[in-house]
């Protein structure tokens, strides 16, 4: 066990391992330019810091997702605040090994745009999902960017209705396309269902699925089974009495639901499910919190399912 920051607030948010140890990004008021900067952490195998970058500026900056790049550095994704609108707009910083930044690039329009996970193309380029308010059909909606491998936009795609949609996660797919996770409102049964869309690496749309849970639903990572279909975790909450449990749904390769399961529900809400891998079993390992009510304590989750 470690612990990694200074006197103020230091997130983690994504972990990798390397070949001498591992490497993980946040965001951090300790040290920095601005409210939170993009906090990098490079450690070896047994934790130790080796060493550690901030990037951003004097605004807010947060790192929500990192990505091994083929050559050994890294890309850094997440949001910053613009100084003259005060909203956010998508931010992607690339570093090399020893975590020297070498570009940086802003995307978004007017309003809030946020993004929260990444991909690497067979091109070297990149695809980031996340959620905008500047376009699109409603009051947000899931986003997608592709960029080049110096990340210049070469175009955005929004997916969604007149309500609040959201892209919490794109993956790979073994056919060479992507999966991209997260919620809608707009397509809901209820207030909020989870939701997967299928895109290919130009962004167009192959299918979209709504994966409807009883109460208040939520998608926040999915990825590929080995063998075929999907897995998507999340977590639920019924609006009427304030329960909750950490969700997980298994669907067939056209994403449609074969089954979900509720884990560690509790009576306060507090159960959530963040990211999963698939296993070679056929299953899957996912994490997340839990935590009691009445207790302002959370506990980590790590849950492994078989098929």
Known sequence: KRNYGGEGVDNGWSVHP??????????????????????????????????SKIYGGKTDD??????????????????????????????????????EQLWARTYGGEAGDRGFSLVLLEDGGFLIAGQTYSEGAGERDMYLIGTDNEGHQL????????????????????DGNFIVTGYTASF????????????????????????????VGRGITGVEAIGGGFYVTGFRHQPWDGSGAALLIHTDQEGRQL?????????????????????????????????EGGDDKLDILLVKVDP
């Open 259 to 291: 089954w979900s399961r509720d884990y560690f529900p509790t009576i306060s809400g507090q159960s959530f499910g963040y990211t999963v891998h698939a296993t070679p079993d056929g299953g899957c390992v996912f994490t997340g919190h839990s935590g």
């Open 18 to 51: 390397t070949e001498g140890g591992f490497i993980f990004a946040g965001y951090s008021d300790s040290f920095g330019a601005g409210d939170f900067d993009f906090y990098l952490v490079a450690t070896d195998w047994k934790g130790d810091e080796l060493w």
């Open 188 to 215: 809901a049964s209820e207030a909020y269902d989870p939701w997967l869309v299928k895109v290919s690496a130009k962004g167009d749309t192959l299918w979209s699925r709504v994966l409807p849970v009883p109460g």
């Open 155 to 174: 175009w955005t795609r929004t997916y969604g209705g007149p309500a609040r949609d959201l892209g919490h996660c794109i993956s790979p797919c073994a």
């Open 62 to 99: 947060r790192c929500w997702a990192l990505l091994p790049l083929d050559d050994g550095g890294f890309a850094l994704l997440g949001e910053t605040v613009d100084a003259e609108t005060h909203a956010e707009d998508v931010y992607m910083v690339r570093v090399d090994s020893k975590g």
